[in-house]
């Protein structure tokens, strides 16, 4: 096992993390369909509301 300096290592930390590609695509997606989710959810629950008037 060779010894990599830190500055090494986080060279090659970033240069991984470029070539991953599709992370930020991903997270945006994720981050839509959970508000999309919650947003379904609300709509939907909000018709079954008791009017105590």
Not at 31 to 40: A, E, F, S, W
Request: aromatic share 8%; charged share 20%; glycine share 8%.
């Amino acid at each position: 096992m060779e010894h990599n300096p830190a500055a090494d290592w986080l060279t090659q930390a970033a240069s991984a993390a470029e070539q991953q590609g599709a992370g930020n695509l991903l997270r945006v997606v994720l981050i839509v369909m959970v508000v999309g989710c919650v947003l379904t959810a609300w709509f939907l629950l909000r018709g079954y509301r008791r009017k105590d008037d």
